[in-house]
């Protein structure tokens, strides 16, 4: 199964003002991910999702419901919001991620 790995930095989130884990783990929305079209390309809704807090060691895994485009970033790589269901905070356990804060892992 195809599973999104985003990062919700604590650090982040206190410095400029971004949406927090707990708050996108409350709203089941992950805020302007930046996502590469050969990554979009392998997901679709029912794909699991996992939110990460590497900050704080902090996981939740759930379902992707949608990818809803937000802009694009300075380079042209176009921006997600990404909406998830069925979430629940499950033991840390460390994903490696893009720079931009995503990843896609295949089980």
């Known amino acids: 199964m195809t599973t999104l790995v985003v990062n919700a930095p604590h650090r ?17 929305v992950g805020d302007g991910y930046a996502i590469a079209r050969s990554l979009f390309a392998r997901l679709s809704p029912g794909c699991g999702v996992v939110l990460l807090c590497k900050d704080r060691g902090r996981r ?3 379902t992707l419901v949608e990818l809803k485009p937000n802009g694009k970033t300075n380079s042209g790589i176009s921006r997600y919001d990404v909406y998830m ?3 629940r905070e499950v033991k840390y356990k460390s994903e490696q991620l893009n720079r931009n804060g995503v990843a896609i892992i295949d089980s």
């Open 60 to 62: 939740a895994e759930g």
């Open 12 to 28: 982040r989130a206190e410095k400029e003002g971004a949406r927090s884990f707990d708050e996108t783990f409350k709203k089941g």
């Open 85 to 87: 269901a069925n979430m």
